[in-house]
């Protein structure tokens, strides 16, 4: 079965730190390749999303994501992160319209 | 315009009782989606419907858990018999189109709690 994996629970940074979130899919064919955050006590919301063409992918907020598609991975980055980045976030691997797998999340904590 | 809803935010229930949760999609949303967030895991595929097709049920993890789609807006998941199990955030989610291009908007959730 297809699967994504995160691979930090939870990470704490500093502010003005550079953001690395590690995510890795399994394979399943042509796959659409997505991050979500989650701020307290708010819903889910779209931080970008990857489905052809460059591999690096701009999203809001600064963040960016790089497609590898020989490591299945999709990593989150963000030079210099702010105490309001402190989220929850998912990535997900979408493998056809209605087979959306999520990740476990990654706990931001970003200490001002 | 108006985002995803769900109903009620919070649900408390007693083991073995059965409850219902609602989603109101986005006005013109063809596609929703079922997911369920329990502690410290990932979001679990549930159910996803569109449009009139018969809606994939391959993520209910029972058959105490059901969901409808009525006249192709409104949904109810059903979960039937609670068990503490059941504890966690279900989440809806609408979209255009059901396209896997397409931008899948989240509600807020309902949060369940089973005693």
């Known amino acids: 079965a297809q699967s994504v994996s995160q691979h930090n629970h939870h990470v704490i940074l500093s502010e003005a730190a550079s953001l690395e979130l590690g995510c890795n899919y399994s394979?399943?064919?042509?796959?659409?390749l997505f991050w979500y955050v989650q701020y307290p006590g708010q819903h889910l919301q779209l931080l970008l999303k990857?489905?052809?063409?460059?591999?690096l992918v701009k999203g809001i907020k600064g963040f960016e994501a790089e497609f590898i598609k020989s490591k299945f991975s999709f990593n989150l980055r963000k030079p210099s992160v702010q105490w309001s980045d402190t989220a929850e976030y998912f990535c997900?691997?979408?493998?056809?319209?209605?087979?959306?797998?999520f990740g476990a999340g990654t706990r931001l904590t970003v200490k001002p | 315009g108006a985002g995803v809803s769900q109903s009620p935010s919070n649900k408390v229930t007693e083991k073995g009782k059965d409850v219902e949760l609602r989603c109101d999609p986005i006005?013109?949303?063809?596609?929703l989606y079922w997911y369920r967030q329990s502690l410290g895991q990932g979001l679990e595929f549930l159910i996803y419907?569109?449009?009139?097709?018969?809606?994939?049920k391959s993520g209910l993890p029972s058959d105490r858990f059901s969901a409808e789609r009525t006249g192709g807006s409104v949904s109810t998941l059903t979960i039937q018999r609670t068990q503490q199990e059941d504890s966690a955030v279900y989440l809806c989610?609408?979209?255009?189109?059901?396209?896997?291009?397409?931008?899948?908007?989240f509600g807020p959730g309902t949060r369940l709690t089973v005693l």
């Open positions: 006005s013109g949303h063809t596609a």
């Open positions: 989610a609408s979209s255009l189109t059901g396209w896997s291009t397409d931008t899948q908007y």
């Open positions: 997900a691997a979408q493998y056809n319209n209605n087979d959306m797998r």
């Open positions: 419907f569109q449009g009139n097709s018969a809606p994939d």
């Open positions: 394979y399943g064919g042509t796959v659409n």
């Open positions: 990857y489905f052809s063409g460059d591999p």
